[in-house]
């Protein structure tokens, strides 16, 4: 439960769940990270994840660049998305069984599938609601994918299961509102073409 929600929350932003698992690994016990996923800890990758976050931000909140982005963030977020559920499994596994950490492909090939759906979902809806609302709602939408994914990555890792229902709730309405604003723009394609109909 723990990687689905990490591996969620990276489909929405590919930085946000690993600068959370290494600032807690490196300022706290809540998290171990296993030595093979070190690098998550190191400063330098982490001021590297601050800096891409930073530019993720602003990048994001503005309309058709942030088509751009989201272009560029199919290879990232499920890549992401592979890292922290292997990450976090693997530290799961520390204590009992090795049967995941010998075949830790598993653990990648989930997190980057989960990952890779939430980011299709996204990059679904972003342009159905940049064109309804004339680009006003990319960053007010921008913003609430960003909290979302900091939460989910907290809750992952300290309540797992409120993370793992969360994300249910969140696909259930990401689907509705999907379809929701595709009947809406059907409807203005046809009445915009049944008032530019030709005359009688």
Do not use: C
């Not at 993720?56 to 088509?67: R, S, Y």
């Not at 693997?90 to 009992?96: F, G, N, P």
């Not at 990555?153 to 969140?170: E, F, G, M």
């Amino acid at each position: 439960m723990t990687g689905l929600g990490l591996s969620a929350a990276a489909g929405l932003n590919a930085y946000i769940p690993i600068l959370v698992i290494g600032l807690l690994d490196r300022y706290s016990d809540v998290v171990t990270v296993p030595a093979e996923f070190s690098w998550m800890t190191n400063g330098w990758a982490l001021a590297t994840v601050a800096v891409l976050l930073a530019a993720e931000v602003v990048l994001d909140k503005i309309a058709v660049v942030d088509h751009v982005n989201d272009a560029i963030q199919t290879f990232v977020r499920p890549a992401a998305g592979g890292a922290v559920f292997a990450a976090s499994n693997a530290a799961a596994q520390l204590d009992s069984s090795a049967f995941m950490r010998e075949h830790s492909w598993i653990g990648w090939t989930l997190g980057m599938a989960v990952a890779l759906v939430v980011h299709a979902t996204k990059a679904s809806v972003r342009p159905v609601v940049n064109g309804g609302t004339m680009g006003t709602g990319t960053p007010v939408v921008s913003t609430v994918e960003d909290t979302i994914s900091l939460g989910m990555s907290l809750l992952a890792i300290l309540l797992p299961v409120v993370a793992l229902i969360l994300l249910i709730i969140l696909v259930y309405v990401a689907m509705r509102l999907l379809r929701r604003l595709r009947a809406r723009r059907r409807r203005r394609r046809q009445r915009t073409a049944a008032h530019s109909g030709p005359s009688p």
